[in-house]
């Protein structure tokens, strides 16, 4: 199974733990979950989805855009988040986005939380 990770790191701000918001960081950490996960078949694709000083709060980032283009050719089983909010801040666009998932047959899991949902059960 195919797993894309994706990563997102907004600018920096007091407090901040950097131990979970750096995109190296939540790469490492995602990665390390998909190799736990080798038993399944799953295995990571070397391609990068990083969104470095980008904002939760909008879905237009080039990062997610690339890593949607690639959904759509077919190239991804699953996506990999260390956070929901590394993917969205807003529950309208997490509903927008699992549709799209849902449409591509592309589930999602998100480590920090422990979970792992077909895009269907997202959607509602």
């Not at 990083?50 to 283009?69: F, H, M, N, V, Y």
């Not at 690639?70 to 699953?78: A, L, Q």
């Not at 590394?86 to 422990?114: C, M, P, Q, Y």
Request: hydrophobic fraction near 35%; proline fraction near 3%; charge should be positive.
């Amino acid at each position: 199974m195919r797993c894309a990770v994706y990563t997102r790191q907004s600018v920096r701000r007091p407090g901040d733990d950097p131990a979970v918001t750096s995109c190296a960081i939540q790469r490492t950490l995602c990665t390390e979950f998909i190799r736990s996960k080798t038993w399944e078949f799953w295995y990571p694709i070397a391609e990068r989805f990083d969104d470095q000083g980008e904002s939760g709060a909008t879905l237009e980032r080039p990062g997610l855009a690339k890593l949607l283009r690639r959904i759509e050719d077919g190239d991804i089983h699953r996506i990999i988040v260390y956070r929901v909010d590394r993917l969205t801040r807003k529950l309208a666009d997490l509903a927008r986005l699992a549709s799209h998932f849902e449409r591509h047959r592309v589930r999602l899991t998100i480590v920090h939380g422990n979970i792992d949902a077909d895009a269907g059960s997202l959607a509602g």
